[in-house]
């Protein structure tokens, strides 16, 4: 048992040493003043990496399956790191892509794996029943690595300890360190017992998508997760061209994020009193329908404040996801768990891959019919992809 604790902890360390992304508060940046992009090809390299973590997906949370999810994340923070190293180097766009194919190859070997690995964790601590309470606090380990770095990247960036931009890669180099140190944590995990998977990767990869397109309930979950996060995972780019047309220095973009999201934590922290307060089907619905409005604001506002105040609201909705991830995993078998994440993490992916063009070439006409896109798309996505609520027991 007390190794079982002890790898809740290492897991919660591990999910901070992967989150310190200093690069992501100047993405935008990095890619228009150092990159010498528009936004349309920035969109493209996204496409890239999207497309590369579809192909990739399914087959690495099977990889995970059979071989095991610790050695899984040993190569996911090993593959990682190198792709961080790659893209701080030198402004060209095809060292930019062979990064995000290795950043590509990182994410999906991480994917389902972690999770996979928690919740195993669980049933052998019998504390599944409490898993919704574990997700969320392993997304707080998360948000506090995106706190620590998103306002040291900035500050970095506007340092002025060299001629800028070429501070901006500076944040990638530094990145690299803690993903690697990421394999010694990894290193250290205990594996809960599980059944190993007999079947090669291909029946694998095809059995986990068969299991997710079968399962009604499932899949609703899957979709209804799937499409609000696709539509607001856009405002993570949007937030900073928004925020420079408002007058805010670059120096301080990282501290909007570690804003938002340290009351993002403090909700995940407390995830069972907002449970209580609003109820399940309120809260999933609200978390989708308020982005929706507030994306709709920001189309017509360039006040500082309430580009800020928008921001935020859109960027908390991520509070849904570890409540998705509870109800899921109570329908997928533990021998099959990372792989059918993966395909759940998949189908996020292909949303998103479907918008990156159409995002980009928007956003060079003008960023606003870009965000007005993404917001019409949230609010119906709000009523279309709504689960049942005799599943959110």
């Known amino acids: 048992m007390r190794a079982m604790i002890d790898n809740i902890k290492k897991l919660y360390i591990f999910g901070f040493l992967y989150s310190l992304s200093f690069f992501g508060a100047i993405g935008i940046p990095f890619f228009l003043d150092w990159g010498n992009l528009n936004y349309f090809q920035i969109f493209l390299i996204q496409l890239w990496f999207s497309f590369w973590l579809f192909v990739l997906e399914v087959p690495t949370g099977v990889i995970a399956d059979k071989i095991g999810r610790k050695m899984t994340l040993v190569l996911s923070g090993l593959t990682a790191s190198l792709g ?74 506007g340092s002025g300890i060299l001629p800028y931009p070429k501070t901006l890669p500076l944040t990638f180099l530094l990145t690299a360190i803690p993903l690697f140190l990421s394999i010694f944590v990894s290193f250290t995990l205990d594996e809960p017992r599980r059944k190993t998977l007999k079947e090669n990767l291909l029946i694998g990869s095809i059995n986990s998508m068969k299991q997710l397109a079968k399962h009604s309930v499932l899949r609703s979950f899957a979709l209804d997760m799937s499409l609000i996060s696709a539509t607001t995972f856009f405002i993570f780019w949007f937030y900073q061209p928004l925020l420079l047309n408002a007058n805010l220095n670059i120096r301080y973009l990282g501290f909007v994020p570690a804003g938002y999201m340290i009351l993002g934590s403090l909700l995940l922290f407390r995830i069972n009193i907002v449970e209580n307060i609003f109820g399940i089907k309120k809260l999933l619905f609200l978390t989708a329908l308020i982005p929706a409005i507030a994306f709709a604001v920001l189309v017509i506002t360039r006040n500082v404040w309430i580009v800020l105040i928008c921001v935020y609201v859109i960027a908390i909705g991520k509070i849904r996801e570890p409540l998705f991830d509870h109800f899921m995993n109570i329908y997928i078998k533990s021998k099959d768990r990372a792989g059918v994440l993966s395909a759940i993490n998949m189908l996020q992916r292909i949303f998103i891959g479907i918008l990156y063009p159409i995002v980009g070439f928007l956003s060079d006409i003008s960023i606003y019919y870009a965000v007005a896109m993404i917001g019409l798309l949230t609010l119906i996505f709000t009523f279309v992809g709504k689960v049942d609520e005799t599943h959110l027991t």
Do not use: C, W
């Open 84 to 157: 961080a190293l790659l893209y701080g180097l030198f402004p060209n766009i095809y060292l930019f892509l062979l990064a995000e194919l290795i950043f590509a190859i990182g994410m999906a070997l991480r994917s389902g794996a972690d999770k996979a690995i928690l919740y195993d964790t669980l049933i052998e601590m019998k504390k599944s029943k409490e898993a919704k309470h574990f997700f969320s606090r392993y997304a707080l380990s998360q948000n506090l690595g995106f706190i620590v770095a998103l306002p040291v990247g900035s500050l970095i960036a």
